[in-house]
């Protein structure tokens, strides 16, 4: 249907939608069955069952089936049946590993999936994009990606940028009349709003008239990128190490082969038993356990309130040095009051609680009617017709729709007894010029019942004055002169002085025919009002969160647009600004280079009265000083320096989806200690890594050299294949995983940040894997040959003790890599998922010792219980000895 040729009574009517109610959620849900979601359809996904097919395309695992098949072949069935049966539990735990880091994932794209503002039942509710139908009501403004293909009902200064889809950088405006162009093309269609383009400047409301694959994205839907990896950096790390270890591994096993075959072993059982080694050595499960470690990361990081867009930002998160945040609502409560008025030289001050519209207003003390006191009910008048915000009461409990300094605007009028319906009742909004952060202002266009019109301008004080050539001044307009600005500007300045966020308020009146169509010949020769002075409370949590990253190592650095004085007194409050901290204002830094900005970035912790534009200069600054940066913002003029940022963080609140898009965390409440809180968790998930590649590889270290030390010894071997499959099922999966799961160590924000190209087995990390490898292979040796010599035709026995023991030795040593220090500088119980799989991998282990229709699989003997001790001794050997070496050097250095 031509949507672009039908006027709006046409369109109400052909889509059976009410422009002022919108849709109710009955019909919205017959319009779901009919049209389905609105989303662009995906390429096909792999099926579970060749995902779990997928888990035995690995070369070992494939020639360890084709020795089984020969062995079976060979008369060998139990051992054959038995090992088939281990590499078929170990591709479930593969696919389960899997499966539930592609599961995180995909509730990870949907928490951050973006959302709209629909009109349903009358109400303006946040929607997700995809349960939008033809017939809805969208409302949109600067920053708001369009959530479907919308015709225009209402433009106010609307421009989109529609690239993606004609190619033109330029935005478009946007109108709302019907358009008569005989085959126009997308980007003639400027009556049009389309799914997925940008709008960059001002607001409008449009109906929706095409979602999903119907719309002009859907139709070129196989030009879009295709879903980025979500590989990081550390995963593609640990892949090239895998490759580095599966050769060792295996250059290794050929040696412990070798070796078997000169001392008169068997080949056959000889390369059997090889293959069993190599498939329990070799890693390859590592960069999957890494995925899964990542993405059960996130989900913990989600109940923190923060999602993770781009998984590489998880390994970043540990490496920040500096985090610039904006003041209000990410360090403060977002919960603007208008404390203070002030006009003409007289100031008035404000009580009541938040956002709840009831309060009274006092002239030196003395209760006084904003009614009686004409440049206050003008002041307060125009700050709430200059406005977007609308309140919301639920149950008598109030929230604001909008921007909280208009909120903070709108109330102030309501505890005036003024409503926005009764002023809209007076005036009629004829044009809008939106807020800009350039312009640091909005003004609006409004006809009284007389015809009389006014420009009524809000925005930033210093502005503002700047713009007047007038003042109201003991209630009539006065010449602004430099003695009257001084006075305005010292009553600024007083505000701030209390931590006050100001804005000003300017009226100009104009013709009843003037047309003004530009926002430059609005905003000049005003008259100047007054200003409100609004305070926003810092959150109380920020300044322990504050400090506990200065603890970290990590700076903190308050970027506010706010005037001097006040992001000094909040800067003060959080403990940002100490001694020989500077503060620079964005008109010192707009005259500095970056190279300038270099030489004193590291000494500034606040950067007031900044545009969104030098972000991006700070961000270069810091990095070039060589910091990793966190930056956070929420508009559309911030989505560079977010990118340009280690870590772009946007608010997911007050947030535009370009802010969003360009970030790679997304903080739910908006709240500063959330950042904190995310790289707390980035430090964590990165140490848990780094603690079960200790684990996993000292195993495996282990496992090779009591092999090849017996090799090399001409003994028997101490361990057989299906012995070999077993100790890597029962050590490798569940407690390897419980480590990934395992809560920060005390200290982790008392550390300095990590560096970002710091190796795997930088901090001693590669000797640990080596000396607990050689220990646990050690013990595990001596157990078996005591046993062994002790009864030399009972071979059975003395290799269930070998097996039992390097069993236990990597279940004791699980708990060590709980720490950079030692196994008693943690509560061993404190991680509950390892105890569990530490007790489940034990019983797995006991299970095949003890209950007779295994023992002859697993070639297994039940043990003495004074053999026990034995065991348990040298399984706790290695562990024990290295900590007790740890501890004594630790006593040493404290007595010194």
């Known amino acids: 249907m031509k949507f672009h040729e039908m006027d709006e009574t046409k369109l109400a009517e052909v889509l059976k939608t009410d422009f002022t109610e919108g849709l109710n959620e009955r019909e919205v849900e017959i319009r779901h069955k009919q049209h389905g979601h609105n989303a662009?359809?995906?390429?096909?996904?792999?099926?579970?069952?060749?995902?779990?097919?997928?888990?035995?395309?690995?070369?070992?695992?494939?020639?360890?089936?084709?020795?089984?098949?020969?062995?079976?072949?060979?008369?060998?069935?139990?051992?054959?049946?038995?090992?088939?049966?281990?590499?078929?539990?170990?591709?479930?735990?593969?696919?389960?590993?899997?499966?539930?880091?592609?599961?995180?994932?995909?509730?990870?794209?949907?928490?951050s999936a973006p959302q709209v503002q629909a009109l349903r039942e009358g109400k303006w509710e946040k929607v997700p994009s995809k349960d939008v139908v033809p017939g809805d009501i969208l409302k949109f403004s600067s920053g708001d990606r369009i959530g479907a293909d919308v015709r225009l009902i209402e433009s106010k200064s609307l421009e989109i940028e529609e690239s993606a889809l004609t190619g033109e950088s330029l935005p478009v405006q946007k109108f709302t009349g019907a358009l008569r162009v005989p085959n126009p093309g997308i980007g003639d269609m400027e009556n049009m709003a389309f799914m997925g383009t940008l709008v960059t400047r001002g607001n409008g409301i449009g109906v929706v008239v095409a979602t999903g694959m119907k719309t002009a994205m859907g139709q070129i839907a196989g030009l879009l990128q295709s879903a980025e990896t979500m590989d990081t950096p550390l995963q593609r790390r640990l892949e090239q190490l895998g490759k580095?270890?599966?050769?060792?591994?295996?250059?290794?096993?050929?040696?412990?082969?070798?070796?078997?075959?000169?001392q008169g072993h068997d080949l056959y059982t000889m390369f059997l038993a090889g293959v069993s080694l190599a498939v329990a050595a070799i890693p390859e499960g590592l960069p999957a356990i890494v995925t899964v470690a990542l993405s059960l990361g996130v989900q913990r990081m989600i109940k923190q309130n923060s999602i993770v867009r781009k998984l590489p930002a998880v390994e970043t998160l540990g490496c920040a040095s500096v985090i610039c945040s904006d003041k209000t609502g990410t360090m403060t409560q977002n919960k603007m009051t208008v404390t203070h008025a002030w006009s003409g030289g007289k100031t008035w001050t404000v009580d009541g609680v938040g956002y709840e519209p009831r309060g009274r207003f006092y002239s030196n003390s003395e209760e006084v009617s904003p009614a009686d006191a004409r440049p206050l009910q003008q002041l307060l008048t125009f700050g709430m017709l200059c406005n977007h915000a609308e309140m919301i009461d639920k149950n008598n409990e109030y929230m604001i729709d909008g921007d909280p300094t208009e909120g903070a605007l709108?109330?102030?009028?309501?505890?005036?007894?003024?409503?926005?319906?009764?002023?809209?009742?007076q005036f009629e909004i004829v044009n809008e010029f939106p807020?800009?952060?350039?312009?640091?202002?909005?003004?609006?266009?409004?006809?009284?019942?007389?015809?009389?019109?006014?420009?009524?301008?809000?925005?930033?004080?210093?502005?503002?004055?700047?713009?007047?050539?007038?003042?109201?001044?003991?209630?009539?307009?006065?010449h602004l002169t430099k003695e009257l600005t001084q006075k305005v500007q010292g009553a600024i300045d007083g505000l701030a002085g209390d931590a006050l966020r100001t804005i000003a308020i300017a009226y100009k009146p104009l013709s009843a025919s003037t047309v003004i169509l530009s926002e430059k010949e609005a905003e000049k020769d005003l008259t100047f009002i007054g200003l409100q002075g609004m305070i926003?409370?810092?959150?109380p949590e920020v300044k322990t969160a504050v400090r506990e990253c200065r603890d970290a190592g990590i700076k903190t650095v308050m970027i506010t647009g706010d005037h001097v004085i006040t992001a000094k007194a909040i800067a003060v409050q959080l403990g940002i600004l100490t001694d020989g901290s500077k503060v620079i204002d964005g008109k010192a830094l707009s005259g500095m280079s970056v190279e300038e900005l270099e030489d004193i970035v590291e000494d500034v912790s606040v950067f007031a009265r900044v545009s969104p534009e030098h972000k991006l200069k700070i961000v270069k600054a810091l990095q070039n000083k060589g910091h990793i940066v966190a930056m956070t913002g929420d508009g559309v003029n911030d989505a560079p320096a977010i990118k340009a940022a280690d870590i772009g963080v946007a608010m997911g609140i007050t947030g535009t989806d370009v802010a969003k898009e360009a970030s790679s965390l997304v903080l739910l409440d908006d709240?500063?200690?959330?950042?904190?809180?995310?790289?707390?968790?980035?430090?964590?998930?990165?140490?848990?890594?780094?603690?079960?590649?200790?684990?996993?590889?000292?195993?495996?270290?282990?496992?090779?050299?009591v092999m090849l030390f017996a090799m090399i010894l001409a003994l028997p071997l101490p361990l057989v294949p299906i012995q070999i499959l077993w100790v890597n099922l029962v050590t490798d999966g569940l407690p390897a995983m419980a480590l990934g799961l395992d809560q920060p160590e005390g200290d982790v924000m008392k550390r300095a940040p990590r560096h970002p190209k710091e190796g795997v087995?930088?901090?001693?990390?590669?000797?640990?894997?080596?000396?607990?490898?050689?220990?646990?292979?050690?013990?595990?040796?001596i157990s078996f040959m005591t046993i062994y010599y002790r009864n030399p035709a009972d071979l059975d026995y003395a290799q269930t003790i070998a097996f039992t023991t390097l069993v236990v030795a990597q279940l004791i040593h699980v708990f060590d890599c709980r720490s950079e220090k030692s196994i008693f500088s943690r509560n061993p119980f404190e991680n509950k998922f390892l105890v569990w799989a530490v007790i489940s991998s034990m019983a797995l282990v006991l299970v095949v010792i003890y209950y007779p229709p295994l023992q002859p699989i697993f070639h297994t003997v039940p043990i003495e219980a004074r053999d026990w001790l034995l065991i348990i001794g040298m399984s706790a050997l290695p562990t024990f000895l290295l900590a007790g070496t740890f501890l004594a050097r630790k006593t040493k250095k404290n007595m010194l």
């Open 244 to 262: 580095i270890l599966i050769t060792v591994a295996l250059l290794l096993t050929v040696l412990v082969v070798g070796i078997g075959v000169l």
């Open 761 to 781: 087995f930088s901090r001693g990390l590669g000797w640990k894997v080596v000396s607990r490898g050689f220990l646990i292979g050690l013990a595990t040796l």
């Open 435 to 478: 807020f800009d952060s350039q312009r640091k202002m909005m003004s609006i266009i409004v006809k009284d019942k007389s015809g009389r019109q006014f420009v009524v301008t809000k925005g930033a004080p210093d502005v503002l004055i700047g713009l007047s050539t007038s003042i109201l001044w003991n209630d009539r307009q006065q």
């Open 671 to 705: 709240n500063f200690a959330t950042i904190k809180a995310a790289i707390k968790e980035g430090r964590n998930i990165y140490e848990n890594i780094r603690k079960f590649i200790r684990y996993l590889l000292a195993s495996n270290v282990g496992e090779i050299l």
């Open 40 to 111: 662009l359809e995906e390429g096909e996904k792999q099926s579970a069952l060749l995902l779990f097919f997928s888990q035995f395309k690995d070369f070992m695992v494939l020639v360890l089936l084709a020795a089984t098949l020969v062995s079976g072949l060979l008369g060998e069935i139990i051992d054959a049946v038995a090992i088939i049966a281990i590499v078929i539990v170990n591709g479930f735990l593969g696919f389960f590993q899997e499966r539930k880091a592609e599961k995180s994932l995909e509730a990870l794209k949907e928490l």
């Open 410 to 425: 709108l109330v102030a009028g309501m505890k005036a007894g003024l409503t926005r319906s009764g002023l809209l009742a």
């Open 536 to 539: 926003d409370p810092p959150r």
